[in-house]
């Protein structure tokens, strides 16, 4: 009998080592869950008190590094370390038409096989792109985060007409409204006019309400924030007639740099008139915002969008709505 006790005993002990393992595994899992939830939850607190931020700025008008909210770019809270990054105030290459390409050093930026024609094409055969990575075949990974993102609205006198075409259907689900905006973007480029945000109902006519704020004729650009290249290279297009570009972009850095910068008086630092297309492309207000969390476990990123004001109501108290929250190493 003295082996089969042993040998129960041994059972019993594969046994008792085996549950051990199994509840100790499971024990695991759970405080990793646990810990899970509450990153995500010291996480979503620190965005949504971000956004109060946004939504206390005592100057709406103009954003800046140093409005509530974007005062906690640069620092830790919760154990993670926070940026804010103002992602729409770069050039969308969903939108962007060829010459602004063609007819600055920002081609430079392609890499080589790529184009400004081959960019378009790839919208027309893809669809527009919602991810960052759909552009890697176009820009190197260093270039497109200093000088490209695809968050940002279409400002229906900078957008590519195709590019219309394409974001109009897809958010009606029309062929038609599709081409429609198309034509309309048309009109504008032939007859060499530039549409008013307070006009944006009356040019979108009976699509508006699909379209708006998708479309829309805001300033794309934070002049307080973008890119310093962007903002040379724009302001040297030769369309638009900008004496000394290069001493105004100077002038411009340098104002910045002491403090915020008001988009409605860059019209008269640039000597343009107000129906100049410049202004479409640089104003004072960031419309998308990137807020990372980076810890040991990886980053957290949320897209908050502030929403256009209707018919161009600068009056209006700001609207922003959170359009994403992911998680990834």
Do not use: H
Not at 154 to 159: E, H, K, Q
Not at 291 to 308: F, K, N
Request: hydrophobic share 40%; with cysteine; proline share 5%.
């Amino acid at each position: 009998m003295a082996p089969q006790f042993l040998a129960v005993i041994l059972l019993s002990s594969v046994l008792a080592a085996g549950a051990a393992m199994i509840l100790s595994q499971a024990n695991g899992a759970v405080s990793r869950a646990r810990k899970a939830d509450e990153r995500r939850a010291n996480a979503l607190a620190i965005v949504e008190e971000i956004e109060a931020g946004f939504l206390a700025d005592t100057s709406p008008q103009i954003d800046s590094a140093d409005d509530p909210g974007w005062n906690l770019d640069g620092t830790e809270e919760r154990g993670f370390a926070i940026r804010i990054i103002p992602v729409s105030d770069r050039i969308n290459p969903d939108f962007a038409r060829k010459n602004l390409f063609d007819k600055t050093g920002l081609s430079g930026l392609f890499l080589p096989g790529a184009s400004a024609d081959s960019l378009q094409q790839y919208r027309e055969d893809e669809g527009l792109q919602l991810a960052d990575e759909a552009w890697v075949s176009f820009f190197a990974k260093e270039d497109y985060e200093a000088f490209f993102s695809v968050w940002g609205w279409a400002n229906v006198n900078l957008v590519d007409e195709f590019a219309a075409r394409s974001l109009a259907t897809s958010l009606t689900g029309s062929k038609n409204a599709g081409e429609n905006a198309r034509q309309r973007i048309r009109r504008l480029l032939e007859n060499q006019t530039i549409e008013s945000p307070e006009g944006m109902r009356d040019f979108l006519g009976a699509d508006y309400d699909a379209l708006f704020p998708a479309f829309n004729a805001e300033p794309s650009m934070n002049v307080n924030f973008v890119n310093e290249e962007i903002l040379r290279e724009i302001l040297a297009y030769p369309d638009y007639g900008i004496d000394n570009p290069g001493s105004r972009a100077d002038s411009i850095v340098a104002a910045r740099e002491s403090g915020p910068l008001d988009g409605r008086d860059l019209g008269a630092a640039l000597g343009v008139e107000p129906d100049n297309r410049i202004l479409c492309y640089f104003g004072s207000v960031t419309w998308f915002r990137e807020i990372r969390l980076t810890d040991e476990s990886g980053t957290v990123s949320a897209i908050v969008a502030r929403i256009p004001p209707e018919a161009g109501d600068s009056g209006a108290k700001p609207k922003y709505e959170r359009m994403q929250l992911r998680e990834y190493k």
